[in-house]
């Protein structure tokens, strides 16, 4: 069964992290944990960064090909929205193979993906290789980056994960800036294939993703090995691989014919144990995968983690919503200049690394509760976004956009958040599924922005429209706690009529 926020005592009168048990292994909030936070800040960095700089393609895909604005740009959103779409199925993989494998095969479809693309003679083949393929194998890299950071950390998870998701605000300035002088100097095709290379560092992010390894307890004076169970993440197999049936053959060096012949049979007994192990293990990981969705041990008979869904499938277009609108609202107002100096959509890029990084600092004080600081940096965030349309100077919208920046740091508390509704053990299944909702979100807001312009010819009604939208999706976080309230209240009232 997974853990619900009930079993872990997730309480909103009480901060759930002092009612956790620390783990005794070593490398817990220490030791390889922070190489942990630098593998998944590259991944932010290579997956996410580069993703955000896709406008640079996109100027040069429309020149090339000579298609509508709507048609090309589905090619960015595609590959943005499969990233994220492709959690759950991930999950599986992570399950079955591990994150660092799963993180090491993600990084070279990432980089065929890439490669590939420079090929392309059309739109549609784009959408192939570069929306299908490359989005896949950076959603394989992705979610392990995740996953593994929230493994190795407890007590400070919160800053862990805003450390290393910062990688997206540096990325963007990075692979932004990478991107237009490889377009410029060598033109779109070999930008990519150079970009693609670079995107290989993934499988190298993968490789530092190793399993926790045996540590010893402290409670445990005889100095036996601990083994790292699923609550931890679980351990991948160092034994049984195909990798080690050439040197166990070797090692059967046969003298005659018949010490060849008992080296064959070893070596073939030991292939078959091999097989079997693999199939054990893909039959175990497919069963823990299928019962974290469908199973008696289903995610989704968890009502608070059910509104969680609903809240990331409304939240992730209102984040896009200001980097579609500004350039041309900038225009609109007569402010590009101010705005060549000094872009808007900068001050929220830098404002929101700092966000990640104070909100995981505050969030992992002893007497705040991670649950508050991530509902409050959401309501600041909708603020901002119902406010934005008021301000028609470039002060008053550059505050509103380091606001925005600022508040939207709350995406780093996600798996934070994640883990305490269903539990470690569950949350490569879990936050596949939060963050499936935010690709949907992220695939269909853009378009439906663009929607809501051209029918009212005015860009206020789409972040009034996408702020309340917004609001909806807070208002299903709030009905659990709402219900908690009143079931205590009413239970203090019956326990005091009793007396």
Known sequence: MYTSHEDIGYDFEDDPKDKKTLKPHPDIDGGWAWMMVLSSFLVHILIMGSQMALGVLNVEWLEEFQQSRGLTAWVSSLSMGMTLIVGPFIGLFINTCGCRRTAIIGGLVNFLGWVLSAYAENVYYLFITFGVAAGLGSGMAYLPAVVMVGRYFQKRRALAQGLSTTGTGFGTFLMTVL?????????????????????????????????????????????????????????????????????????QAPEGQGQGRQGKNMCAFRLLKAVSQLTLRVRRGFGDWYSGYFGTASLFTNRMFVAFIFWALFAY??????????????????????????????????????????????????????WNVFLLANFTFVL???????????????????????????????????EDLVGIEHLANAYGIIICANGISALLGPPFAGWIYDITQKYDFSFYICGLLYMIGILFLLIQPCIRIIEQSRRKYMDSAHV
């Open 317 to 370: 277009c209102s984040f896009v919503i200001p980097f579609i609108h500004l350039p041309e609202i900038v225009n609109l107002y007569n402010l590009s200049e101010q705005n060549d100096v000094f872009p808007l959509t900068s001050i929220i890029a830098i404002v929101h690394i700092f966000g990640k990084v104070i909100l995981g600092i505050v969030a992992d004080l002893p007497c705040i509760s991670v």
């Open 179 to 251: 991107l237009k002088y490889l377009c410029a100097e060598y033109g779109w095709r070999n930008a990519m294939i150079i970009q693609g290379a670079v995107s290989l560092n993934l499988c190298v992010c993968g490789a530092l993703m190793r399993p926790l390894s045996p540590g010893k307890d402290a409670s445990d004076p005889g100095g036996k090995s601990v083994k790292s169970t699923g609550q931890l993440g679980g351990t991948e197999d160092k034994d049984g691989g195909p990798g080690n049936e050439d040197a166990l053959c070797d090692l």
């Open 384 to 418: 901002s976004i119902f406010i934005l349309p008021l301000m028609h100077t470039y002060v008053g919208l550059a505050v509103i956009c380091a606001l925005l920046g600022f508040s939207s740091g709350f995406f780093s508390l996600m798996p934070v958040v994640t």
